[in-house]
Protein backbone atom coordinates (compact mmCIF):
# COMPACT_ATOMS: atom_id res chain seq x y z
CA UNK A 1 0.00 0.00 0.00
CA UNK A 2 1.27 3.34 -0.77
CA UNK A 3 0.34 6.84 1.03
CA UNK A 4 0.69 10.07 -0.67
CA UNK A 5 0.99 13.47 0.71
CA UNK A 6 1.54 16.49 -1.40
CA UNK A 7 2.80 20.23 -0.52
CA UNK A 8 3.87 23.11 -1.96
CA UNK A 9 1.03 24.62 -3.20
CA UNK A 10 0.19 28.14 -2.62
CA UNK A 11 -0.52 31.69 -4.51
CA UNK A 12 1.26 32.65 -7.12
CA UNK A 13 1.16 35.47 -9.49
CA UNK A 14 0.50 34.80 -13.19
CA UNK A 15 4.03 34.10 -14.92
CA UNK A 16 5.21 32.83 -12.10
CA UNK A 17 6.44 29.38 -10.72
CA UNK A 18 5.64 26.71 -7.91
CA UNK A 19 7.58 23.23 -7.16
CA UNK A 20 4.73 20.56 -6.25
CA UNK A 21 6.93 17.95 -3.83
CA UNK A 22 4.79 14.50 -3.61
CA UNK A 23 6.03 11.95 -0.59
CA UNK A 24 5.19 8.85 -0.22
CA UNK A 25 5.22 5.89 2.20
CA UNK A 26 5.36 2.32 1.42
CA UNK A 27 8.35 -0.04 0.66
CA UNK A 28 7.61 -0.36 -2.92
CA UNK A 29 7.53 3.12 -4.44
CA UNK A 30 9.57 2.29 -7.46
CA UNK A 31 7.11 0.15 -8.62
CA UNK A 32 4.65 2.78 -9.12
CA UNK A 33 4.20 5.09 -12.41
CA UNK A 34 3.51 8.53 -10.86
CA UNK A 35 1.05 10.45 -12.05
CA UNK A 36 -0.38 14.17 -11.17
CA UNK A 37 -3.92 15.39 -12.13
CA UNK A 38 -5.97 18.36 -11.15
CA UNK A 39 -9.44 19.75 -10.57
CA UNK A 40 -10.90 23.19 -10.56
CA UNK A 41 -14.02 24.26 -9.63
CA UNK A 42 -16.55 22.47 -11.48
CA UNK A 43 -15.00 20.89 -13.80
CA UNK A 44 -13.59 17.71 -14.58
CA UNK A 45 -10.36 16.02 -12.82
CA UNK A 46 -8.23 15.93 -15.77
CA UNK A 47 -4.66 14.51 -16.53
CA UNK A 48 -1.54 16.77 -16.05
CA UNK A 49 1.61 14.31 -16.22
CA UNK A 50 2.92 11.31 -15.23
CA UNK A 51 6.13 9.53 -14.95
CA UNK A 52 7.29 5.79 -15.41
CA UNK A 53 8.53 3.54 -12.38
CA UNK A 54 12.43 4.37 -13.34
CA UNK A 55 11.77 7.89 -14.94
CA UNK A 56 12.76 6.63 -18.16
CA UNK A 57 9.43 8.21 -20.00
CA UNK A 58 7.44 11.33 -19.01
CA UNK A 59 4.11 12.58 -20.38
CA UNK A 60 2.15 15.82 -19.89
CA UNK A 61 -1.29 16.63 -21.06
CA UNK A 62 -1.18 19.50 -24.24
CA UNK A 63 -1.41 22.80 -21.97
CA UNK A 64 1.41 22.06 -19.71
CA UNK A 65 4.06 21.30 -22.11
CA UNK A 66 6.57 23.14 -21.82
CA UNK A 67 5.68 24.73 -18.63
CA UNK A 68 5.39 21.85 -16.79
CA UNK A 69 8.55 19.03 -15.18
CA UNK A 70 7.76 16.02 -13.54
CA UNK A 71 10.71 14.43 -11.94
CA UNK A 72 10.88 11.56 -9.48
CA UNK A 73 13.75 10.48 -6.88
CA UNK A 74 12.77 6.75 -5.89
CA UNK A 75 15.37 6.62 -2.89
CA UNK A 76 13.61 9.22 -1.48
CA UNK A 77 10.29 8.29 -2.37
CA UNK A 78 9.14 11.94 -3.83
CA UNK A 79 7.65 12.73 -6.77
CA UNK A 80 7.81 16.24 -8.23
CA UNK A 81 6.02 19.13 -10.34
CA UNK A 82 7.91 21.77 -11.73
CA UNK A 83 5.59 24.63 -12.55
CA UNK A 84 6.82 27.58 -14.88
CA UNK A 85 4.87 29.94 -16.25
CA UNK A 86 1.70 29.50 -14.65
CA UNK A 87 -1.16 31.10 -15.48
CA UNK A 88 -4.88 31.91 -14.01
CA UNK A 89 -6.12 28.85 -15.53
CA UNK A 90 -4.18 26.78 -13.75
CA UNK A 91 -5.70 27.34 -11.00
CA UNK A 92 -6.82 23.80 -8.81
CA UNK A 93 -6.71 21.67 -6.67
CA UNK A 94 -3.08 19.68 -7.78
CA UNK A 95 -3.22 15.70 -6.64
CA UNK A 96 -0.13 12.75 -7.08
CA UNK A 97 -1.12 9.70 -7.40
CA UNK A 98 0.29 5.96 -7.80
CA UNK A 99 -0.96 3.07 -10.17
CA UNK A 100 0.73 -0.33 -9.80
CA UNK A 101 -0.38 -1.17 -13.65
CA UNK A 102 -1.46 1.25 -16.00
CA UNK A 103 0.07 1.33 -19.47
CA UNK A 104 0.46 3.50 -22.18
CA UNK A 105 -3.00 5.61 -22.80
CA UNK A 106 -4.22 3.95 -20.30
CA UNK A 107 -2.14 5.86 -17.65
CA UNK A 108 -4.14 9.58 -18.96
CA UNK A 109 -7.11 7.66 -16.67
CA UNK A 110 -7.87 8.70 -13.25
CA UNK A 111 -9.59 5.45 -12.45
CA UNK A 112 -6.45 3.86 -13.41
CA UNK A 113 -4.70 5.05 -9.86
CA UNK A 114 -5.03 3.26 -7.05
CA UNK A 115 -3.87 5.78 -4.51
CA UNK A 116 -4.18 9.00 -4.18
CA UNK A 117 -3.13 12.06 -1.90
CA UNK A 118 -5.38 14.78 -0.01
CA UNK A 119 -4.44 17.57 -3.10
CA UNK A 120 -2.88 20.87 -2.67
CA UNK A 121 -4.67 23.87 -3.66
CA UNK A 122 -2.59 26.35 -6.56
CA UNK A 123 -4.34 29.50 -7.09
CA UNK A 124 -2.88 31.63 -10.10
CA UNK A 125 -3.81 35.26 -9.98
CA UNK A 126 -3.82 37.91 -13.29
Known amino acids: QVQLVESGGGLVQAGGSLRLSCAAS????????MGWFRQAPGKEREFVAH????????YYADFVKGRFTTSRDNAKKMVYLQMNNLRPEDTAVYSC???????????????????WGQGTQVTVSS
Open 51 to 58: ITRNSETT
Open 97 to 115: AASGYCTGIECYRHYRYEY
Open 26 to 33: GRTFSSYL
